[in-house]
């Protein structure tokens, strides 16, 4: 299991470009630190004091927990935090396999992209048809004049 993890710790290094056990606030760094903890959180049978102690700042299990809870603020907020998560994720297949949850989130993200593409289409099309509706009247018969707002009824009458 110890190999496991470091190969899981050296994808997170390799793949963000931070190392995990300097002791730094940096955001990339704790970004890291949350995708490390996160992972053995849940392919791991380790405790949240052991997953802490893996690292070299020697992390107690109050911090672990914070920063499991943490990952799923930056999850559904950061959409950078996302792609370097999954970009992890894919890299480590074979050491350890999605959950149900993360093959659901990652759905509900494609879902929502593609929503949102709708959307714009949507929108598309209803301007294209203001822009056509007003040019679509045409008279019923040859004597029958199509009067719009702007002119006035008034000057043919008078």
Do not use: W
């Not at 992972?39 to 052991?50: C, E, F, K, V």
């Not at 822009?131 to 045409?138: E, G, M």
């Amino acid at each position: 299991m110890d190999t496991d993890i470091k190969r899981v710790r050296g994808i997170i290094e390799k793949i963000t470009g931070v190392n995990l056990g300097i002791k730094t606030r940096k955001r990339n760094v704790i970004h890291a630190r949350r995708m490390y903890y996160k992972i053995l959180n849940l392919h791991t049978s380790l405790s949240l004091d052991a997953i802490g102690k893996t690292l070299e700042t020697q992390q107690n299990h109050a911090t672990v927990l914070h920063q499991v809870k943490m990952f799923d603020v930056d999850y559904n907020q950061d959409m950078n935090f996302v792609k370097t998560f999954r970009d992890i994720m894919n890299t480590c297949n074979g050491i350890i396999e999605p959950t149900d949850e993360d093959k659901l989130k990652d759905r509900n993200i494609e879902l929502k992209e593609q929503i949102n593409s709708l959307k714009k289409e949507l929108e598309e099309l209803r301007k294209e048809v203001e822009y056509l509706r007003p040019k679509a009247i045409q008279p019923r018969n040859q004597q029958t004049k199509v009067y719009h707002c702007t002119e006035g009824i008034s000057n043919l009458i008078y």
